[in-house]
Structure formats: C-alpha cells, structure tokens
C-alpha cells in the first residue's frame, strides 16, 4: 500500500537525546506483553514499556475467561472445530490446534501464577459463551476474568529481577536500519524523549477499538502499535475484520462498558423494545450464535423497531445466581438504576476486538527483522475472519510464551556490542495555524462508525477514504509534542488501512459486512488481504 505518511513521528537526533540499551524490548503491558517479558530467559535483561498504567489495558477489561479443553467430556477435536466454525473458512488450521492443545498448560500457568479462577467443590467452573459446544470458559470473580489475570500476572512479574517496567511511557516509533528493527523511541515522563536499542524487540500494545464511537476499549486502544509497525516497514494483514461485540451497555452518560457474553450463556434473553426475543428469527443457535450473526441481528432489529437499542432480559433467571455470578456489570448496571434481575439493559454493538494486525508466524515472529508480536495487535491465523469468545486472552498466552522465547533465543545469538545508530529525523517547519484535536478525533471515530462499522457499502468507504485522506494531507505532517497528536496520527494512519482493506473485500464474511455484496464469495476472496507502507 503506497501511503504518503512519514517514516517518524518527531524529530530525533542521537547526539542530543538520551540512550537506554537492553537485550529485550517489551513494547506494551498486557496480558501479552507480561507473558512474553515472563518467558524471556533471566540472563537477558528486559525492558517493558506501557503507555499507561500497568492495569490499563485491553486485558484487564476482559470480562468472560479463557476458554480451554478442562473436562474429559470435552475433546481437543471440538474447540477446533468450534473456532474453525466462527472463522470465516479464514483461520489457519495449524495455528487454530497448536493454540488450542496449548490451552490447559497456559491455564495451569496462571493459576501457578497466582490466578484465583472460580471453583466450586475444588473444581474450576466453567461458562459457556457464543459459538461453544461445550462449557470450557474459566473465570475470575464471575465477571471480571481479565482484572484478576492482569493483578496476578503484574504482582508475578515485579519479581523479577532481570525485568524493569516503565509505566506511562509513549513508544512513538520503531528504529529500523537496513529493514531490521534495532529498538524504539519513546516519549518517558520521567527521562522525556529517548531511543532504546535492543537487540530483540517484542510489540504487546493492544488493540483500535477508539477508531470508532461506540466500542468497548478503554481509551488507551488507538491503534498505536499497528501504525508503528506499518510506518516501520511491517506487514498488517485481515485489517477490514473488526470485531463488534453484540452487547454494550447504551446509557446516555455512561462509559460504553462491555456486557459479557458469558451473560446469554448462562440464559439471558435479547428481546427488542417490545419485548420480543428476536434472535431466533436470525439463526438457529438463538443468542448463543457467534457476535458476528448476534451483531448482525441486533442492528437489523434496531432498523426494524426504530429503537437506538435493544435489551439483555436476565428476568427469568434465580436473582441470587445472576448477581453472584455477574458481580460487576450489576454494580455498573445498579449506578444508573437498573436492577438487572428485574430490569431490562439496554444494549448495542461496539467496537470490541481487532482481529487483524501484523501478521506473525507460529513463533511470534513478524515480516521485520528484529521484530516480534503477540496479542490483539497481531494477524496470527487464529481467529480467521471472526474471533471466537474468550480465545483472545489464550491467544495472548499461547504467542506472548512463544515471543519470548523466541527473542530471547534470537537476543542469546546476537552480537553482544550492540550500540547506538546514527539514526535520525529533520524538524519540519511548523504550520501558524493551530488544530482542534479533540474535533477531528471526533469526527474520525463517528466516520468510522457511520461508514467502516457493523454494516458497510462500497459509497460508503469510498466516501470515508477520501475524507481520511483529507485529513491525513494537514495532520500527518506535523510533529507534535504530547500523546493526543501522535495518537491521532497513528488513528489517521490506520482508519485508512482499514478502510482500504473494506472496500478491497468485495463480499461478506465474518466480521465484515458488505450491504451492497452480502455473500461469501469463496472462489475469489477465500484469502487474506495484505499491507504494506512500501
């Protein structure tokens, strides 16, 4: 993809910044991130950098588990299945049963790890959720899975003495010398502007849910990760799968906070504004289909009704076993008046999962040399063109495990003298005219919901990617000096890929939706769709 974006996003000169050099960079503090920095052998020093704090990130909002072969009354044979089913005929076989198998032993791990996972009698409970055949989801604190991971995983990780961790630190961009990744700069509160140089570096950052108005993603998911893996030579692949997740709460005032789908597999009803449960008229598996048929329904009812939302209806259920069993989105759902065994919660789809992202190989290894991935910001074959429930917190284990051990075997075989690189970027003159940030963010994220979300067409994209373009030609080309402009031009930069890779997929599948081809066309689109800055 030939894209008139700059190589860097701010001046830099190595004679008058700052250096830091370890063996393995860490980019990101996730579940992912945690993982690999945990398998890195001990002889190597690591450095993780996180944009925010340790427990700000997509993990940590994880609500409904980790899905993994527990009983013996399931078979590795049926997750497969299962995944190769929500997929699109897009997943990669071999990835799908190495992840899979793996599943058991990175549970293990956490629990090792400190995890409390619910049980009851001794046993693990297990949920069940969208697109399951069996119970195989385990869970933390009923609702809240992804907080007790990252608080087991973080208290885990500060012990060990050969990683360092640096919180609230802005990685702007990757340094790259003859197509090798060499190390990143980044923007630290404490040091300022920095470059890093490690001999091995691994990308953790997470998701790009805030490229759109409705989404589940705290706010630190703007897509900083792919845009600096696409500037820095990286391939990104699958970027039009963008998964919506069925069921966010929709409260005038309120965050848009995820309402897990663990709640339909433990029996919760959607019915429209008047009531009705609709979701037999769209598929068979009612409101266990996977959340690109639920997403699908819910916006053609929401047509059909006139209404902004539908609604879980948890009425039916024992109240005792729902609020025990979904502690936190009651809490939530209790702040503006609703009692969610009583009342109905008005719900939506948002933005929720990115399926695609640099695309890496079995060991976490990306098309850039010097350069390895694990978690949402990676295309690993897994999830094909529709994630399944609870396989992204695995996924971040299953390749977070493989990263690691994989750089640090990579940082082992390295030349030990690795040294600073004369490594630089020009100031560009600076425009007189000062921009509204916070608008074109605004109006960024309503385009790409109203043109590159649930429901697309070819006007519509088309449309989108001229008025990107637009706006790339007057904000691209500045260098800015704090995260809210580095993190539009990285929103900017991907909004476009995205975009492009829609309007390229000229058929439905998964994820992605056309109105104006609603088919799967497996003749000519039963292939992945691949990016490049250059």
């Known amino acids: 993809m030939h894209d008139p974006i700059p190589r860097y996003l701010i001046p830099f000169h190595p004679k008058e910044m700052p250096h830091f050099f370890t063996d393995v960079l860490i980019i990101g503090g996730g579940l992912a991130g945690l993982r690999a920095a945990i398998a890195v052998d001990p002889s190597l020093s690591v450095l993780v950098v996180t944009k925010d704090r340790l427990d700000e990130s997509n993990s940590a909002y994880a609500q409904g588990g980790i899905a993994g072969v527990i009983k013996p009354e399931d078979r590795f044979e049926n997750h497969i299945a299962d995944t190769l089913t929500a997929g699109g005929e897009l997943c990669d076989p071999q990835v799908v049963e190495m992840v899979v198998r793996e599943a058991p032993q990175r549970i293990r791990e956490l629990i090792q790890w400190g995890t409390q996972f619910d049980t009851q009698a001794g046993e693990l409970v297990l949920g069940r959720e969208g697109g399951h055949s069996h119970f195989r989801i385990v869970h ?55 470059l890093v140089w490690a001999k091995q570096t691994i990308l953790c950052s997470g998701g790009a849910g805030q490229l759109y108005r409705e989404s589940t993603n705290p706010s630190v998911a703007t ?24 069921t966010v709460l929709y409260i005038a005032g309120s965050s848009r906070s995820l309402i897990t789908e663990a709640i339909r597999g433990e029996g919760a009803y959607l019915v429209d504004r008047s009531g009705y449960r609709f979701m037999f008229d769209y598929d068979q598996r009612g409101e266990l289909a996977p959340r690109d048929v639920v997403s699908q329904a819910i916006v053609s009812q929401m047509e059909k009704t006139r209404h902004p939302c539908v609604y879980l209806d948890l009425s039916h259920l024992d109240s005792r076993f729902v609020r025990g069993r979904f502690p936190f989105i009651s809490d939530t759902c209790g702040k503006f008046g609703i009692d969610i065994t009583k009342d109905r919660i008005p719900v939506r789809p948002g933005a929720h999962y990115m399926v695609g992202g640099v695309t890496v ?88 919901w109203r043109s590159v979300g649930v429901r697309r067409s070819k006007a519509d994209l088309i449309e989108a990617l001229s008025t990107i373009a637009t706006w790339q030609r007057y904000v691209l080309f500045r260098q800015f000096v704090e995260p809210a402009g580095w993190e539009l031009q990285n929103m900017l930069a991907i909004a476009r890929v995205i975009a492009q890779a829609a309007l390229q997929r000229e058929e439905s599948r998964g994820v992605h939706y056309r109105t104006d081809l609603p088919q799967v066309d497996n003749e000519n689109w039963k292939q992945h769709i691949a990016f490049r800055r250059e």
């Open 361 to 448: 190989d079995l060991d976490g290894r990306t098309t850039l040399p010097g350069l390895w991935a694990a978690g949402e910001v990676t295309s690993t074959g897994l999830h094909g063109a529709n994630r399944l429930a609870s396989n992204s917190l695995l996924e971040s284990m299953v390749y977070g495990a493989h990263a690691g051990l994989g750089a640090a075997r990579a940082a082992i075989q390295a030349d030990d003298s690795f040294q600073a690189l004369p490594l630089e970027n020009a100031v560009l003159d600076e425009p007189d005219e000062q921009l509204d940030l916070g608008d074109i963010r605004n109006s960024l994220k309503s385009l790409m």
């Open 140 to 194: 933390a604190m009923g609702d809240a899975t992804g907080k007790e991971v990252m608080r087991a995983m973080i208290a885990w990780t500060r012990k060990l003495r050969h990683v360092r961790i640096w919180e609230n630190t802005f990685t702007l961009d990757l340094l790259t010398q003859d197509c090798v990744c060499r190390g990143a700069l980044i923007a630290d509160q404490h040091h300022g502007r920095m």
């Open 223 to 246: 897509a900083d990760g792919h845009a600096l893996a696409f500037r820095a030579g990286a391939e990104l692949r699958d970027m039009e799968f963008m998964q919506f997740h069925p």
